[in-house]
């Protein structure tokens, strides 16, 4: 059955004419080239903002569904999105902090509880198979399962088109943090993951069409009035990259696209983000992402 967008679309209706107004430029090219799609699913970070899932971002391929990152809300945020809820063909983990795991059991058993009938594939730093196990304590013979991957950077995955490599990147003190490159028959993505600024990201993006990194805002830093509020400005300088950073390295990558995610705000608005993003030297297009939005 035809949806009542493709059946305006065939019919030359304006897009000012639909109820929403009109669609994004990125959402419009995928409706006509929908090989390879971005959905981000959760833009967000420990905080608990309920418009802004826990870190999640989905990768669809001609129908194949492909997960990175598992944080709270993926499986509402799949179903809002209108993606299978019975599993991915395959799920990715950029590292094992709670923000980015916390949707992970979720995934698992009510993947299987909407009927997934085959174990999928997790691929992700070591300590995954331990997290695991602990997760499906009282494991019992059944499809729910997951076929666990402990990887390091390199080609990881490579199946009917589509290639996924493991890029090792810097997140602090934590020791194992990837960012992963998708590669599929019409596009090149690269995920960040959660990391400082990284040379070997830099590297492996470079000419990327859709560049996806993590944020915090440079002119919002400061230490916090919490417990251990004092150390925050040398945290986040250690495991995470601010705006201004985050421009440099884009001017050097330039990607077709930068979308800033797991946005570490401090109140900063989307204009801050996107000024300290130009002061760091990109001048290409760049977008704050948003919960369910498709690119
Ligand atoms: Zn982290
Ligand atoms: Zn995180």
Redesign the pocket.
């Known amino acids: 059955m035809q949806s009542a967008l493709a059946i305006l679309l065939s019919l030359g209706i304006a897009f000012s004419a639909l109820p929403h107004g009109p669609p994004r430029p990125a959402a419009m090219a995928s409706a006509f080239s929908p090989a390879t799609e971005v959905i981000l699913l959760g833009t967000g970070t420990p905080y608990p903002d309920p418009a802004a899932s826990g870190p999640a971002t989905a990768v669809v391929v001609n129908g194949r569904m492909f997960l990175f990152d598992v944080g709270a809300g993926v499986m509402r945020r799949l179903k809002a999105a209108n993606l299978p809820i019975n599993g991915p063909e395959a799920l990715f983990i950029t590292?094992l902090?709670s923000?980015?795991t916390l949707g992970y059991a979720d995934l698992i058993l009510t993947s299987w509880v909407m009927r997934r009938r085959a174990p999928f594939p997790v691929f992700g730093p070591p300590g995954l198979q331990r997290m695991t196990n602990h997760l499906l304590e009282h494991e019992v013979a059944g499809g729910y399962r997951v076929s666990v991957h402990e990887i390091r950077a390199g080609i990881i995955y490579e199946k009917d088109g589509v290639r996924v490599t493991a890029i090792a990147v810097q997140?602090g003190a934590?020791k194992e943090s990837f960012g992963y490159r998708i590669d599929t028959t019409d596009r090149s993505i690269v995920i960040s993951g959660?990391t400082r600024p990284s040379e070997a990201l830099v590297k492996a993006a470079r000419g990327v069409d859709i560049l996806i990194h993590e944020v915090y805002s440079a002119s919002r830093l400061a230490p916090e009035d919490r417990p251990g509020g004092k150390d925050w400005p040398r945290y986040c300088r250690e495991?995470h990259t601010s705006d201004v950073e985050l421009g440099h390295l884009a001017g050097r990558i330039q990607p077709k696209l930068l979308i800033l995610d797991h946005l570490i705000r401090m109140g900063a608005s989307d204009d801050e983000l996107l000024a300290g993003v130009r002061t760091g030297g990109y001048s290409g297009r760049v977008v704050i992402g948003k919960d369910l939005e498709r690119y």
Do not use: G, K, M
């Open positions: 590292h902090h923000d980015h997140h934590w959660d495991y």
